[in-house]
């Protein structure tokens, strides 16, 4: 397990031996954990997001486009 990205809009978990992605949408406070060839994409995406000088209306954006998935109620330990 390793954080990846945290911001004010969303935060990261990437598992590499599962090939998974956690992704929590704080403004909504629920997530979605990616496996296989969604995690890749997402993977991508936000690399190439980061790369440029985003803004958090970008981020916003990206969690759009996942909006459908991101369904499950965060819970924090």
Not at 7 to 30: L, T
Not at 40 to 46: P, Q
Not at 67 to 77: D, E, K, M, R, S
């Amino acid at each position: 397990m390793m954080i990846v990205f945290d911001n004010p809009v969303m935060h990261v978990v990437d598992y590499p031996a599962q090939d998974a992605v956690e992704v929590i949408d704080k403004r909504v406070n629920k997530g979605v954990l990616m496996r296989d060839g969604a995690a890749e994409r997402f993977r991508a995406e936000l690399k190439a997001l980061v790369s440029g000088d985003p803004d958090i209306e970008a981020f916003d954006d990206l969690l759009e486009e996942y909006g459908t998935l991101i369904t499950q109620p965060a819970v924090y330990h």
